[in-house]
């Protein structure tokens, strides 16, 4: 599956897209894996969270 079309709305449907494109990947990784996939996302998320202040 290819990273999910995300309109400029994020709306619950872009949601619903990123969680079943997320459990797709997530299904050929170990608990490690997944573990540390989320770790990144979220540090990435962070850091460009705390550069819009």
């Known amino acids: 599956m290819k990273f ?3 309109s400029n709305r994020f709306d619950a449907e ?3 897209k990123l969680r079943e494109y997320n459990s797709l990947r997530h299904s050929k990784m170990s608990h490690k894996e997944i573990l540390d996939d989320i770790r990144q996302g ?4 962070m850091m460009e969270f705390t550069n819009c202040r």
Do not use: V
């Open 4 to 6: 999910p079309n995300i």
């Open 14 to 16: 872009d949601i619903r």
């Open 42 to 45: 979220a540090e990435s998320f």
